[in-house]
């Protein structure tokens, strides 16, 4: 499975930013994907995934903030992301695995297989 990430940048707190996984080698629809994001002193952290069936799981530092979701048409997997406050600031990736996966595990980077190469996003105040 080959991931690019599109769509970082630079914005001002409170602002809002829309990134693109692009899926080639496999279907989007028929693999787990996901979003993890990695700050300056920080590992791999999860935002939110998409399982094979279509369910979505938020991890508590962007809950309520951020929507994951797939364009089949297109293959790729989107994180719309508002309200962005400083902290959000880091190099955003997209993963995916063809599972299965237990749920109790998604948001830990170690369990997924493959990985692009990230998208910087910096949240100034």
């Known amino acids: 499975v080959q991931l690019v990430e599109s769509g970082g940048g630079s914005v001002r707190a409170g602002g809002s930013l829309n990134l693109t996984c692009t899926v080639s080698?496999?279907?989007?629809?028929?693999?787990?994907t996901a979003w993890f994001r990695q700050g300056a002193d920080t590992g791999h952290e999860g935002v939110a995934v998409i399982d094979r069936d279509g369910n979505m799981y938020y991890a508590d530092p962007m809950k309520g903030r951020v929507t994951i979701s797939q364009d089949n048409a297109k293959n790729t997997l989107n994180l719309q992301m508002l309200n962005l406050n400083p902290e959000d600031t880091g190099t955003y990736y997209c993963a995916a695995d063809y599972g299965p996966m237990n749920p109790k595990y998604l948001f830990r980077a170690t369990m997924w297989s493959f990985w692009g190469q990230g998208t910087q996003v910096t949240v100034s105040s």
């Open positions: 080698e496999a279907t989007v629809k028929s693999i787990y």
